[in-house]
């Protein structure tokens, strides 16, 4: 477990420096419908196909809850595909952010980066794979927020 608490903080410095070396970043914000719950359950439409820890989502309507302090569970509705992710936490200092998902986009690859699953000062980060490290090599990293429209 060691190794994966390494393996995270070095690809997240190299992502952290990946805009500067491969071009400067880019941040979009899109509203999307969404349906949220006191007890942090998100239902979200994605509009577009993504990665959670090298598990590949199509686009479509997704359900993402805490199942402990430490996992994040992600299914689509329509009941073909779920997953539980360890996490991080996460936090913008004293902000307080309504519910939301954040993505990195390399070229036309998607990655789930973070999970606000309340209107919270705390988030979940998803771990960093080796092919958002790859993508990021190739690729200036532009980040896409969902936002859940209230």
Do not use: C
């Not at 071009?23 to 577009?48: D, E, I, K, L, R």
């Not at 779920?82 to 991080?88: E, G, M, R, S």
């Not at 000062?121 to 990021?136: C, K, S």
Request: aromatic share 10%; no cysteine; charged share 15%.
């Amino acid at each position: 477990m060691k190794r994966n608490t390494w393996m995270g903080l070095v690809a997240s410095l190299l992502l952290g420096f990946a805009p500067m070396l491969y071009g400067q970043s880019a941040h979009t914000t899109m509203p999307v419908a969404s349906t949220t719950s006191v007890n942090g359950v998100v239902t979200v439409n994605v509009p577009f196909a993504f990665s959670v820890q090298s598990e590949q989502f199509s686009a479509g309507e997704y359900s993402m809850s805490l199942v402990n302090e430490r996992t994040v569970a992600i299914r689509d509705t329509a009941g073909k595909k779920a997953i539980v992710a360890i996490t991080n936490t996460v936090t913008k200092g004293s902000e307080v952010l309504p519910p939301q998902l954040v993505f990195h986009r390399y070229g036309t690859q998607y990655f789930l980066t973070q999970a606000w699953l309340r209107q919270s000062d705390t988030g979940r980060e998803f771990l960093v794979t080796p092919d958002e490290i790859r993508m990021a090599r190739e690729y200036p990293q532009q980040q896409v927020t969902l936002v859940a429209k209230k």
